[in-house]
């Protein structure tokens, strides 16, 4: 069986933003893949926020494993409002973060979500993500938790991934 990857959208921001929302993701693919590019980090230890569907509820729960070549952390999140993912990045040093959702159109099952994300200085973080809900994912909100801003080209890239 062959994977294929298509690319749904790009946004690169032109302009600060501290929000960037994800919209009208069609239900045709088996998973999707979110590629972030952080042009630079707005705070140090700072944390992307991701909600599913303008969900606000209590229903995300993650596990988080990190480290930044000097120290090494382990964290749990249950029953939060969102998902907190860690770009344990030093101020002014851009990530990358790579984000798997799987069988999100699925209307049957909870959605769970992959993250690998790390910077050119010296940290990375790995973690794994539960939406507890049925509802097949239309669209994702991005922020972060220092409520800054996204820096001018910060790009965000959705694809769908299609099992042939």
Do not use: C
Not at 1 to 22: H, N, P, R
Not at 43 to 50: G, P
């Amino acid at each position: 069986m062959t994977t294929t990857y298509e690319k749904i959208q790009t946004t690169t921001l032109g302009s600060v933003s501290s929000s960037v929302d994800i919209t009208s993701i069609p239900g045709t693919y088996t998973d999707l893949k979110v590629i972030l590019y952080s042009a630079t980090g707005a705070a140090s230890n700072d944390e992307v926020l991701i909600r599913i569907n303008g969900d606000t509820g209590s229903n995300y729960s993650m596990t988080v494993l990190g480290g930044n070549g000097s120290t090494v952390q382990s964290s749990r999140r249950s029953n939060v409002l969102q998902w907190h993912i860690d770009n344990n990045s030093p101020s002014n040093i851009g990530g990358v973060f790579i984000m798997e959702f799987m069988n999100y159109s699925n209307t049957t099952t909870y959605k769970t979500m992959l993250n690998r994300s790390g910077n050119a200085s010296n940290a990375l973080a790995a973690s794994t993500n539960l939406w507890r809900s049925t509802a097949a994912i239309t669209s994702l909100n991005f922020r972060l938790a220092s409520n800054l801003q996204y820096q001018v080209g910060t790009t965000f890239t959705l694809y769908g991934i299609k099992a042939e």
